[in-house]
């Protein structure tokens, strides 16, 4: 048996996807918060909000960030089914089976990530509608790649406490704790520059602060660090998590 | 190799607690096998060591020859599992479920499609194979279960209390599919129960099990007739001593024990006996107001080993079960 098995991946990726379009409400539900956030700050700010970087208006400068946003509720949710799939016992069906935890794992993120972006591009349609001005397609496919390193990210951190905790109230719990600093943060609403000192250094480790930067950059051209830099990281970033998690669901009990 | 399953010395302990002590079993191909003891006894923890869920503490097993830990993707590849909990994702088909196993199974889609009409049509539920399982009932679900465990042909298929909380009927029916399949697919199947009536009916040889030990092996009726002869029961109204002489007068009657107006008489086929013992009574002017018949079953098997009712401890054990589901 090989580690990376790619028919299992694509089996555990192709359930996700089944799943995902037959629970509309859930998608519906995920997309509702980050589409009211882009909808209401998104107008309600657009004549207030003078010091984001020159040249754009509020709503080119808010989109991205909303699509951040999208990613990392979205991608946390990932955790969340590992629990399901624990609590409804699918998680031995999937356990028992001849496949090596890492194309579990892989699956699994194929089938977040998916999701994820899906997702992102959702709210990029109402984004365009009110006025957000896309640099090009380059940048538009630098974007996609980006939304996957993104929630990648994100589906690590989700399998790592999803893999050691056992309850699911306990795990919403915790990522709730999690997603809002991260979120705000992340200068998906306001430039982090605004921030006092202290915090601005919590901002600079915060992932999400690169991702939106650089979603910015490749959508809208208004990125204030260097691509190359929020790229890096980013890719950095989604290592150690992706590698974090599959280590603690490989060595995670099944019952 | 020419057993399905081996064990030497197989244990677990959980913080201190010794779940599974020193069990030896060997479980020859295409039979079907019974681990039969009280809840708690330990029956699930071994099938979780054989199929590569957790982790002997000491001791070695081999399943179709493989190692459970050094080679457990050997092992994975080769058996079936039927869990005691559902394991089913309700938010897919019953097709779907199954097109899903078998893709982790790495079945190329041709036969996959092939293999999901035909165990569908052996568990008879080819007419709902497109109905969400979340809309299937507690023994359509485990019906469906039984055909994905089968659905890859392993050679060995573990089924961790395949009837519990079933209706009479259903259990029934599933005891014929496990029949079934055992004797058209060639499998080896090893079978949890707490049920007596389960293992006697489907086993071909049965391991009670109380506190991690195998206290007896054999087939059930070789475990039942270590229990002895049928016991026939006569309630006599007067001239016990009158019976004794009698009834003792026939060589089929082994003994003879009278107490309380009662008399139990311990007689092989004791059924075919009841008219030539009321005659003899009628003659001897004994007058019989009842007779019963009680045949040996594994309950009184495990009662012998273990000084212990097994039923009391199940029905208590379901209690608590049924309350904690809730």
Not at chain 2, 47 to 73: C, F, N, Q
Request: net charge neutral; proline share 4%; with cysteine.
């Amino acid at each position: 048996m090989i580690a990376f098995d790619p028919y299992a991946i694509y089996s555990l990726w192709l359930r996700e996807m089944i799943r995902f379009f037959r629970l509309k409400s859930r998608v519906v539900g995920s997309i509702a918060p980050p589409f009211f956030f882009l909808a209401f700050l998104g107008t309600g700010f657009s004549g207030m909000a003078s010091r984001v970087p020159a040249g754009v208006d509020y709503i080119n400068y808010l989109a991205p960030g909303i699509i951040g946003m999208t990613l990392l509720f979205s991608s946390t949710f990932a955790g969340m089914s590992v629990l399901w799939d624990r609590e409804f016992g699918f998680l031995r069906e999937i356990m028992v089976a001849p496949v090596t935890r890492l194309s579990i794992v892989l699956g699994r993120t194929a089938g977040g990530v998916t999701q994820a972006v899906i997702q992102g591009i959702i709210i990029l349609i109402p984004g365009i509608a009110m006025g957000v001005k896309i640099k090009g397609l380059t940048g538009l496919l630098l974007s996609l790649a980006l939304m996957v390193l993104i929630s990648a990210t994100f589906i690590g951190v989700g399998l790592a406490f999803a893999s050691r905790m056992k309850d699911m109230s306990g795990f919403s719990l915790i990522m709730n704790f999690m997603i809002f600093p991260v979120f705000l943060l992340s200068g998906a609403l306001f430039p982090v520059q605004n921030l006092p000192e202290v915090v601005r250094v919590l901002s600079y480790i915060d992932p999400l602060t690169y991702g939106v930067d650089a979603l910015r950059g490749c959508l809208v051209g208004a990125n204030s660090l260097p691509l190359m830099l929020d790229a890096m990281v980013l890719t950095g970033c989604c290592a150690a998590t992706m590698a974090i998690g599959a280590y603690l669901f490989e060595t995670s009990d099944v019952d | 190799m020419e057993h399905a399953i081996e064990t030497r010395g197989l244990v677990k302990r959980f913080d201190g607690l010794v779940a599974v002590d020193d069990v030896n079993l060997s479980v020859k191909r295409g039979e079907i096998f019974g681990l039969l003891g009280p809840n708690g006894a330990g029956k699930s923890t071994i099938i979780k060591m054989l199929t590569t869920m957790l982790r002997p503490s000491a001791g070695e097993a081999y399943v179709w020859g493989h190692h459970i830990v050094r080679e457990r993707d050997a092992v994975r590849s080769c058996i079936g599992v039927v869990f005691q909990d559902p394991s089913v994702d309700g938010k897919l088909t019953a097709r779907e479920n199954l097109d899903f196993h078998g893709r982790m199974y790495g079945m190329p889609g041709a036969e996959r499609k092939r293999r999901i009409a035909e165990v569908l049509e052996l568990v008879e539920l080819s007419d709902k194979a497109d109905v969400l399982l979340e809309d299937f009932s507690g023994g359509m679900r485990r019906r469906l279960e039984i055909a994905r465990g089968l659905m890859h042909r392993p050679h060995v298929l573990f089924l961790d209390e395949p009837t519990l909380g079933l209706d009479t009927q259903t259990r029934r029916y599933i005891w014929d599919y496990i029949r079934a399949m055992n004797r058209e697919e060639d499998v080896t199947v090893v079978i949890t129960t707490h049920y007596m009536e389960e293992a006697d009916n489907l086993c071909n040889r049965v391991a009670i099990i109380d506190h991690g030990r195998i206290v007896a092996l054999d087939s059930p009726t070789a475990l039942k007739s270590m229990i002895g002869t049928d016991t026939l029961t006569l309630e006599v109204k007067d001239g016990m001593e009158r019976l004794r002489d009698v009834l003792l007068g026939f060589e089929w009657v082994r003994s003879f024990d009278a107490s309380n107006g009662y008399v139990n008489l311990s007689v092989d086929s004791a059924q075919s006996r009841i008219p030539e013992v009321v005659l003899a009574a009628c003659r001897a002017g004994v007058r019989i107001r009842s007779v019963s018949v009680h045949e040996p079953t594994l309950e009184d098997v495990f009662l012998r080993y273990t000084g212990r009712s097994m039923r009391d401890e199940t029905v208590k054990g379901d209690l608590v079960r049924a309350l904690m589901r809730r």
